[in-house]
Nanobody
Framework: QVQLVESGGGSVLAGGSLRLSCTYS????????MAWFRQAPGKAREGVAA????????FYAASVNGRATFARDNAKNTVYLHMNNLKPEDTAMYYC?????????????????WGQGTQVTVSS
């Protein structure tokens, strides 16, 4: 069973930046893709970005494209999501997901394992 631990969230002013980290351990049934999702109160979970763990190819949601960078360090079993030019609408709990089992890369149903989340709050 895989364990995912997110960190790096916090409170920032609009226009600021954050780097979220997700460290994983344990056995992964599928290691092809990992992803970041976010969920604001009263809203559905939204896919933010995904990464192919083999070659690091990223895929971004339109809402963050150009403002986000998804990277991985396989030696440290860690993936990172760096976001800049943060906006109040980026405020949400951010979750790391792994063990992709098919479907669209930013569809939450496609991932088997989830972390507990890290809160990001952006104020204007």
């Amino acid at each position: 069973q895989v364990q995912l631990v997110e960190s790096g969230g916090g409170s920032v002013l609009a226009g600021g930046s954050l780097r979220l980290s997700c460290t994983y351990s344990g056995y992964m049934f599928s290691t092809s893709y990992m992803a970041w999702f976010r969920q604001a109160p009263g809203k559905a979970r939204e896919g933010v970005a995904a990464i192919a763990t083999a070659d690091g190819s990223p895929f971004y949601a339109a809402s963050v494209n150009g403002r986000a960078t998804f990277a991985r360090d396989n030696a440290k079993n860690t993936v990172y999501l760096h976001m800049n030019n943060l906006k109040p609408e980026d405020t949400a709990m951010y979750y790391c997901a792994s063990e992709w089992r098919g479907g669209h890369l930013l569809n939450a149903d496609g991932y088997r394992s989830w972390g507990q989340g890290t809160q990001v709050t952006v104020s204007s």
